[in-house]
């Protein structure tokens, strides 16, 4: 009878975020991240067929969770500066994620997928604070802060 693990996609995400985040995509490997686990590689197979599909659930997920607490933050209707401090600090978070994605190791189409997500949670956050906005205005808002935020994070990475 196989032995059940409590709470083993937490510590599959766990050990797969740290060691992307700590490390480029091409020196991570299964074995480390079911060892990070505490999983045979074996198990992890069993939840992810591969290291790109769990690189690219992670980074689905974090960024679900970013927009979750965006939208708390608007609904509890906290400054503009209360929203720019979160989202900098989540961006912060995902750099090593975006740094792959810009080295291309990653599937194309999955990552544009992710993109365009991005960019719609962020236009529907703008939208619900300043409901005035054209959609140009939002998609150069968009790329604005997400530009600065990361070219912040480049510039300054021990200053928030």
């Avoid at 020196?27 to 939840?47: E, P, R």
């Avoid at 205005?137 to 994070?153: G, P, Y």
Wanted: charged share 30%.
């Amino acid at each position: 009878m196989p032995r059940i693990i409590p709470d083993v996609e937490e510590k599959i995400f766990a050990s797969a975020f740290d060691l992307f985040s700590s490390k480029r995509y091409k020196d991570v490997s299964m074995k480390n991240i079911a060892a990070g686990a505490g999983i045979a590689v074996g198990t992890l197979y069993n939840y992810f067929s591969n290291k790109e599909e769990l690189f690219l659930n992670i980074l689905q997920h974090q960024i679900k969770e970013t927009f979750s607490v965006l939208n708390s933050v608007i609904e509890e209707d906290k400054d503009i500066y209360k929203f720019i401090e979160i989202f900098y600090d989540k961006v912060f978070i995902l750099k090593p994620f975006y740094e792959e994605i810009m080295r291309n190791e990653i599937n194309h189409k999955i990552v544009m997928r992710l993109k365009k997500e991005l960019a719609e949670n962020m236009k529907v956050l703008i939208r619900s604070k300043s409901k005035h906005y054209q959609q140009a205005t939002e998609d150069r808002i968009i790329r604005f802060l997400i530009t600065i935020i990361v070219d912040f994070i480049n510039e300054f990475p021990e200053e928030r």
